[in-house]
């Protein structure tokens, strides 16, 4: 089993930052990948970013080049630096974490909210 707990979120300005953290707990050792997906108001959720246990990345098009996921494996947290945001970004964030045996999880949520 592992345990997700996000923290982080919030409001915010439009042209603004927040970073997102997500901690770890559990078999930290099963995990294969990590991941932040949103879901913003009547309408799917979706992939935001996602680190590999080999660090490799990939990112939603639309957050390219504004958001960044990173992790501190001494911390058990991953990172979600979110820059220049928009209020189209308004969503709730999930932290989830992928592990050998495909089981999925998923963190309770946090808030983020752009507005002027």
């Known amino acids: 089993q592992v345990q997700l707990v996000e923290s982080g979120g919030g409001l915010v300005q439009p042209g603004g930052s927040l970073r997102l953290s997500c901690a770890v707990s559990?078999?930290?050792?099963?995990?294969?990948?990590m991941g932040w997906y949103r879901q913003a108001p009547g309408k799917e959720r979706e992939l935001v970013a996602r680190?590999?246990?080999?660090?490799?990345?990939n990112y939603a098009d639309s957050v390219k080049g504004r958001f960044t996921i990173s992790r501190d494996n001494a911390k058990n947290t991953v990172y979600l630096q979110m820059n220049s945001l928009k209020p189209e970004d308004t969503a709730v964030y999930y932290c989830?974490?992928?592990?050998?045996?495909?089981?999925?999880?998923w963190g309770q949520g946090t808030q983020v909210t752009v507005s002027s």
């Open positions: 989830n974490a992928l592990d050998y045996y495909s089981n999925i999880y």
């Open positions: 680190i590999t246990k080999n660090g490799r990345t």
């Open positions: 559990g078999s930290i050792f099963s995990i294969n990948a």
